[in-house]
């Protein structure tokens, strides 16, 4: 009995055996064959998902947002780093012109011009032209189904309509609406009231001190304001520099050991189109753009008692934030001059600051230094090539006696672009001038929504 039950089992084992030995085959041919069906699944007739041989890959969260972006600045820029920070793709709508003057009156700025900035900001992945003021029913499904938008985002300060509604209230009752902390400080508003500003002091200048006035425009303090006069919409800078905010604008990385450094300087005053145009030019000779932002004394002493419109740190922000721009150099020389060390291979900008042109932080007088801020300071950068464009505030610099570019020229690195835009500062201010009228009601109905604001302000983070 014992033996023939032996014989029963023996079969059994057997099939047993060949079953595993078949499954362990058709798994070892399948790891073999995982590469191949990962990319050609689909030829084999088998579903990658059921097989869960590829990982699905991550959707990127798609954010948007839009604005008017009318004379462009670092509080812009800022609300585009806060947006991009919350998704992975950023597409920025661009308001039209038409669209702006519905609702908000002329734009300083035309549409071609906003869209040369947009795109420059380095945080800004794509971006839509002629984008409607308001988020309607049809657009918003055009930012859903054709651009793939997960959300919208906007400021914490409230966009409101002419017949008084909410411009994102579809969005807001979608789920597809997030926040952002508005940049105090500086607006598009304030930018032109301190050229109205400007303009209605001109004709008292002469009664002023040259550094009392320059200190006062730059500064955030209007005698005019100060007397009790009207000051409706003619707010001058209440921006407050911080490291942190530096930090947040920065690359944060410095040229590799054997690149091509081009250095360009300016004032970069309401930081424009024709400044990202040469801006974009100077980056593609080289491997890295180091911009020099001359001090606010000095843009004073070179353009005049109201020079410049925005503070060297307001500059500074602007000019850091486009995508051509690699590094700064916060308050530079006037001049570039050349290190008498045989070592270095290019030239090496020294940071020589007479004592009437203050320190590089703009904060002393003329001739006096705040105590810990020294005349005299020395960053060395191995520059290659030194670049101007064609278009600028001043071209007559190769006629004066302290041509500031006197040593590039004598090294043969020096050279003029063409400027691709005929835009400068002065450009810009004139077209204020030109429609000041417009401007200042389109200022004093602002100026009332943005004191609403700050007087119901709650706190939001930034980051």
């Given at each position: 009995m014992k033996m023939g039950s032996e014989a029963k089992e023996q079969p059994s084992m057997r099939l047993i055996v060949s079953c595993l030995i078949t499954g362990a085959a058709v798994l070892a041919g399948l790891s073999l064959l995982s590469p191949y069906l990962a990319s050609n699944g689909s030829c084999l007739g088998l579903g990658l998902g059921s097989l869960q041989w590829r990982k699905k890959k991550k959707k990127p969260v798609r954010v948007y947002m839009d604005g008017c972006f009318d004379m462009m600045h670092y509080g812009h820029c800022n609300a585009l780093r806060q947006a991009r920070a919350l998704g992975d793709q950023l597409v920025v709508g661009v308001v039209s012109?038409?669209?702006?003057?519905?609702?908000?009156?002329?734009?300083?700025?035309?549409?071609?011009?906003?869209?040369?900035?947009?795109?420059?900001?380095?945080?800004?992945?794509?971006?839509?032209?002629?984008?409607?003021?308001?988020?309607?029913?049809?657009?918003?499904?055009?930012?859903?189904?054709?651009?793939?938008?997960?959300?919208?985002?906007?400021?914490?300060?409230?966009?409101?309509?002419?017949?008084?509604?909410?411009?994102?209230?579809?969005?807001?009752?979608?789920?597809?609406?997030?926040?952002?902390?508005?940049?105090?400080?500086?607006?598009?508003?304030?930018?032109?009231?301190?050229?109205?500003?400007?303009?209605?002091?001109?004709?008292?200048?002469?009664?002023?001190?040259?550094?009392?006035?320059?200190?006062?425009?730059?500064?955030?303090?209007?005698?005019?304001?100060?007397?009790?006069?009207?000051?409706?919409?003619?707010?001058?800078?209440?921006?407050?520099?911080?490291?942190?905010?530096?930090?947040?604008?920065?690359?944060?990385?410095?040229?590799?050991?054997?690149?091509?450094?081009?250095?360009?300087?300016?004032?970069?005053?309401?930081?424009h189109a024709g400044h990202v145009e040469i801006l974009r030019i100077a980056r593609g000779l080289g491997d890295f753009l180091l911009v020099g932002i001359h001090n606010d004394q000095t843009v004073s002493a070179k353009r005049g008692t109201h020079r410049p419109i925005m503070n060297l740190h307001e500059r500074s922000l602007s000019v850091l934030a486009c995508r051509y721009v690699d590094e700064v150099i916060i308050g530079a020389p006037w001049e570039v001059s050349k290190d008498m060390d045989d070592n270095l291979k290019g030239i090496a900008l020294h940071m020589l600051h007479r004592v009437h042109r203050a320190c590089p932080w703009a904060c002393c007088s003329d001739r006096q230094l705040q105590p810990g801020h020294t005349a005299k300071s020395v960053t060395t950068f191995n520059i290659s090539l030194v670049v101007h464009g064609t278009v600028a505030e001043n071209n007559d610099f190769e006629k004066e006696n302290d041509n500031p570019y006197a040593v590039p020229i004598s090294m043969g690195i020096f050279k003029v672009l063409e400027s691709p835009l005929d835009i400068t500062t002065t450009t810009i201010i004139r077209r204020i001038v030109a429609n000041h009228e417009a401007y200042q009601k389109r200022n004093e109905k602002k100026a009332a929504s943005e004191k609403k604001y700050y007087e119901g302000k709650t706190f939001l983070s930034d980051d």
């Amino acid at each position: 009995m014992k033996m023939g039950s032996e014989a029963k089992e023996q079969p059994s084992m057997r099939l047993i055996v060949s079953c595993l030995i078949t499954g362990a085959a058709v798994l070892a041919g399948l790891s073999l064959l995982s590469p191949y069906l990962a990319s050609n699944g689909s030829c084999l007739g088998l579903g990658l998902g059921s097989l869960q041989w590829r990982k699905k890959k991550k959707k990127p969260v798609r954010v948007y947002m839009d604005g008017c972006f009318d004379m462009m600045h670092y509080g812009h820029c800022n609300a585009l780093r806060q947006a991009r920070a919350l998704g992975d793709q950023l597409v920025v709508g661009v308001v039209s012109d038409a669209e702006i003057t519905v609702n908000k009156g002329p734009p300083v700025t035309p549409l071609h011009e906003r869209m040369i900035m947009v795109n420059a900001v380095k945080w800004v992945d794509e971006v839509i032209p002629d984008a409607p003021y308001a988020i309607t029913e049809d657009f918003m499904k055009k930012l859903f189904d054709e651009y793939n938008i997960d959300y919208i985002i906007h400021g914490d300060d409230p966009c409101v309509l002419p017949d008084g509604t909410d411009a994102y209230a579809l969005a807001k009752k979608a789920g597809r609406y997030k926040q952002i902390k508005r940049t105090e400080g500086v607006s598009s508003t304030d930018i032109v009231g301190r050229m109205l500003l400007c303009v209605r002091e001109r004709s008292v200048s002469d009664s002023h001190n040259h550094s009392s006035l320059q200190r006062q425009f730059s500064h955030g303090h209007s005698q005019k304001l100060e007397d009790g006069g009207s000051g409706s919409g003619t707010r001058v800078s209440h921006f407050l520099p911080t490291s942190r905010r530096i930090v947040q604008f920065s690359n944060g990385k410095g040229p590799g050991p054997d690149a091509r450094i081009v250095y360009i300087d300016g004032a970069f005053d309401l930081f424009h189109a024709g400044h990202v145009e040469i801006l974009r030019i100077a980056r593609g000779l080289g491997d890295f753009l180091l911009v020099g932002i001359h001090n606010d004394q000095t843009v004073s002493a070179k353009r005049g008692t109201h020079r410049p419109i925005m503070n060297l740190h307001e500059r500074s922000l602007s000019v850091l934030a486009c995508r051509y721009v690699d590094e700064v150099i916060i308050g530079a020389p006037w001049e570039v001059s050349k290190d008498m060390d045989d070592n270095l291979k290019g030239i090496a900008l020294h940071m020589l600051h007479r004592v009437h042109r203050a320190c590089p932080w703009a904060c002393c007088s003329d001739r006096q230094l705040q105590p810990g801020h020294t005349a005299k300071s020395v960053t060395t950068f191995n520059i290659s090539l030194v670049v101007h464009g064609t278009v600028a505030e001043n071209n007559d610099f190769e006629k004066e006696n302290d041509n500031p570019y006197a040593v590039p020229i004598s090294m043969g690195i020096f050279k003029v672009l063409e400027s691709p835009l005929d835009i400068t500062t002065t450009t810009i201010i004139r077209r204020i001038v030109a429609n000041h009228e417009a401007y200042q009601k389109r200022n004093e109905k602002k100026a009332a929504s943005e004191k609403k604001y700050y007087e119901g302000k709650t706190f939001l983070s930034d980051d």
